[in-house]
């Protein structure tokens, strides 16, 4: 196809185009939670490994409150008691945990996809730049499932199976409950970790600019610093570990922002 005849297509002749694209990431994901569904043994032991006291993450807690003499950072030392209260509650839950995985493994493929999509439309240098794009997209989203899972999941963990509005009153965590708290702080982080890109777009735009995002700096610290004392534990230390990496990116969207 060439590039002329991409600028004269209609929109349906776009969607047309686009479609066996669509249809190819669909059936990946597909063969992707078929995969996962047969292989529930190590991807369960992954989803319930925030909550381990065998966590690398909740080791490397236990040796830094050691050295520190702090409790506080001691989390998820206690194991959790998941229940499951419905009768195919354990079957849904081993459905929702092959979609995840098939969604995380589906949304580079689709973005792979996107790109032959336009690729035809694009020139040589825009081929080359587009190209290390979605590199970059793939490596910020792998940043943030990273993040997700061994920093924000075992903290999050820890802070909600702890919190109690009364001593009278005992937690029974539900494992899709639990297994959808992981998911979505993976889900959620791989799409934070997307600002710089999203920032990207934007200054191209003119819908952002460097100097702006500068004068908002002392804001969006304050904002990160209330999230951070939201779901971490109640100490500094903790606070730290989730501030530090947010607060990069948001650095590093400014530097984007002025290329």
């Given at each position: 196809m060439q590039k002329a005849d991409v600028n004269n297509m209609t929109f349906f002749e776009h969607l047309d185009a686009l479609r066996p694209g669509l249809i190819r990431s669909v059936a990946v994901m597909v063969v992707a939670m078929i995969v996962a569904f047969i292989l529930k043994e190590p991807i369960m032991e992954a989803v319930m490994g925030p909550q381990s006291a065998d966590f690398v993450t909740n080791r490397a807690m236990f040796h830094l409150a050691e050295y520190m003499d702090s409790e506080v950072l001691k989390i998820n030392q206690s194991p959790v008691t998941l229940?499951?209260?419905?009768?195919?509650?354990?079957?849904?839950?081993?459905?929702?945990?092959?979609?995840?995985?098939?969604?995380?493994?589906?949304?580079?493929?689709?973005?792979?996809?996107?790109?032959?999509?336009?690729?035809?439309?694009l020139s040589r240098s825009e081929r080359k730049n587009s190209s290390l794009f979605i590199l970059y997209i793939i490596i910020c989203m792998a940043l943030g499932i990273a993040f997700g899972y061994y920093i924000l999941s075992p903290l999050s963990v820890n802070f909600l199976t702890g919190y109690r509005v009364s001593d009278n009153i005992t937690n029974m965590i539900d494992v899709g409950s639990y297994i959808s708290l992981v998911a979505n702080m993976v889900l959620v982080c791989a799409l934070i970790f997307e600002l710089p890109v999203a920032v990207h777009f934007l200054s191209k735009t003119g819908l952002i600019t460097a100097s702006f995002m500068k004068r908002y700096r002392r804001h969006a610290i304050v904002v990160l610093a209330i999230g951070a004392a939201i779901i971490t534990p109640p100490d500094i230390m903790s606070m730290i570990l989730v501030i530090i990496p947010l607060y990069l990116l948001y650095e590093m969207s400014i530097w984007i922002a002025k290329e």
């Open positions: 229940i499951n209260t419905t009768m195919a509650g354990q079957f849904n839950m081993h459905m929702m945990m092959a979609f995840y995985v098939a969604l995380i493994v589906a949304i580079p493929y689709l973005l792979f996809e996107l790109w032959l999509f336009v690729l035809p439309a």
